[in-house]
C-alpha cells in the first residue's frame, strides 16, 4: 500500500546514534506516518539487534557485508512504497516538523526532483557542503583556491535563500518517486562520496530541478562513521575521478588526475 513518505537509514556502526536519529523520525514527519526502512552494513556494535527490539515496525536489512552507501541505499529504495523518499544518515536528528516541511515543498513545486535542507552542526552553526555545484575543473579550482589561500569557503553556507542548486547532500535528500522511477537508483559503482551528485545531476538532465531549502535544517553530526574507516578519504578521490570519467570523459578524467596530485599535497601541508 502507497505511503507519503519512505526514509532510508543506512548504518554502520553508529548504534547510539542510529537510536537517536530513529527516536527523531515520527516527530519530524510532522503526521505523515513514515515507512521507515533501516539497512545495516554488517555493523559490529549490535546496532541490528537494537532495531528489532526498539523499533520494531521499522523495515530491517542486515547485511553482512558492508556494501557502501549507494548500494545498501538502493536495498532500501527499491523496497520502499512512498510517493517520496528520504535518504537519512544515521548520525542526524530531525527536529519537529522538519520533514513534513520538506514533503510539502515538493508537493508545491511539481518542478523539484529533490530537496535538501539546511545541515546544522549540533551547536548550531551551518555545515558546509550541504549543496554545491558540479565538480568541473573550474569548480574545484575556484573552490580550492578560496580554501588553500584566503580560508574560505566558495559558498555561503549561513544563507537563507532557498535557491534551485545543482547537487544537495545524501544525508538528508528526499526525492520524488516519479524521478526515481525515470533516472533510476544510485550508481552502485560508487562506494561512497559523490553519488548524491551523481543522482542530482542525472534528474537535472531529465529535466527536473534541485532546491536548497534553508528554510528547514537538520541537525548532522557528520563524519561519525568516517572516523571508524580510514580508507575513506582515499574513497572520496576514487570516486571523484569515477564521476569525472563518466560524465566528463576520459580527458577531464586524466587533466584531474594531474590537478588532485599538488592539490592532495598541498592540502596535507595545510592541515
Known sequence: ???????????????????????????????LLPEIIVVDNASADGSAAMVRAEFPS????????????????????????GRYVLLLNSDTATPAGAL??????????????????????????????AFGSDPTIGYLLRRGANRLLFRRPLHDWATTTIQEVDWVSGACLLVRREAIEQVGLLDEQIFMYFEDNDWCLRMRAAGWKIYYNPGVAIVHLGGQSLARNPGAHAAYYRS??????????????????AFLAPYRLFAARRA
Open 1 to 31: 500500500m502507497p505511503c507519503d513518505l519512505s526514509v532510508v537509514v543506512v548504518s554502520w556502526n553508529v548504534v547510539n546514534l542510529l537510536r537517536d536519529c530513529l527516536g527523531s523520525i515520527a516527530a519530524g514527519a510532522d503526521g
Open 58 to 81: 521499522a523495515l530491517l536489512i542486515a547485511n553482512t557485508e558492508n556494501l557502501g552507501f549507494a548500494r545498501a541505499n538502493n536495498q532500501g529504495l527499491r523496497i520502499s512504497r
Open 100 to 129: 513534513g516541511r520538506l514533503a510539502g515543498f515538493l508537493d508545491s513545486h511539481p518542478e523539484a526532483g529533490a530537496v535538501g535542507p539546511r545541515l546544522l552542526r549540533p551547536g548550531g552553526t551551518p555545515q558546509p557542503y
Open 240 to 257: 571523484l575521478e569515477y564521476f569525472y570519467g563518466k560524465h566528463y570523459g576520459r580527458v577531464a578524467r586524466t587533466l584531474l588526475g
